[in-house]
């Protein structure tokens, strides 16, 4: 199901983020979300997220219970392992199949390149690293809808480049519907079929590319 934004309309105090503002996120695409500072990215990622409530408008099509993130700084337990923050994600949604999560656990730590630090912790890995751990739990939770704020742009650009081609590798295979917002043009146009660029606030879209 895709993701239909109706009417929305969102205030903090006298400014006013979003007013009569309608989008649809097409299902299992990438839709990268270009936009001035301060204009309402973010915004609208708490409100799909259900972190922040709309004033005026809806939000259809997003199961709360099957969403995920990658944040700018990779928000790991930092007194678990690599293995524990990732199995955290099954007992974060009582996922009962029993015996099941460690292939897929190892599945995914080798998908990222992190089969050798499975049991280090976090201030043991590197940053990239520890954003290849978000990455692999965004995708073993089973989630609908990633939600992604500038997950890359903490890391310089060799290494960037090479994390966004395994999260696409990654991506293919466990396909989701990933709205994703940077400041970096690369970055959107390596990873996103659908790009949006947004005005200043009150946000309006001013252009749509599709890529794919
Ligand atoms: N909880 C809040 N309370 C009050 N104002 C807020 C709150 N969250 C965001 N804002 C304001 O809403 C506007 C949009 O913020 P938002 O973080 O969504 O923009 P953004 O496009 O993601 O910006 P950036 O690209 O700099 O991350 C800003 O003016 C910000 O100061």
């Known amino acids: 199901m895709s993701i239909i934004i109706k009417d929305l309309g969102k205030k903090y105090g006298q400014e006013t983020i979003f007013k009569d ?24 990622l708490n409100l799909c997220g259900g972190l922040e409530q709309p004033d005026r408008g809806t939000i259809e099509g997003i199961n709360p219970q099957a969403i995920s993130y990658i944040f700018q700084e990779p928000r790991l337990l930092p007194w678990r392992t ?23 656990i190892d599945a995914m730590l080798e998908r990222v390149g992190l089969t050798t630090v499975g049991d280090y912790y976090p201030h043991e890995l590197s940053g990239g690293m520890r954003q290849r751990v978000s990455i692999a739990r965004a995708f073993l939770y089973p989630s609908e809808l990633l939600l992604m704020d500038e997950p890359f742009s903490s890391l310089d650009s060799s290494l960037k480049n090479r994390l966004m081609d395994d999260f696409l590798k990654i991506w293919e295979q466990n396909k989701r519907t990933v709205i994703f917002v ?7 146009r390596h990873l996103a079929d659908i790009i949006l660029t947004f005005s200043d606030k009150p946000v309006q879209v001013l252009k749509k590319e599709r890529l794919t």
């Open 21 to 44: 503002f309608n989008l649809v996120f097409e299902k299992n695409k990438i839709t990268g979300i270009l936009g001035p500072s301060g204009a309402g990215k973010t915004t609208l």
């Open 82 to 104: 690599v293995r524990e923050n990732l199995r955290f994600v099954f007992k974060a949604r009582a996922i009962k199949k029993p015996g099941s999560h460690e292939r897929e």
């Open 182 to 188: 940077s400041h970096q043009e690369d970055e959107i």
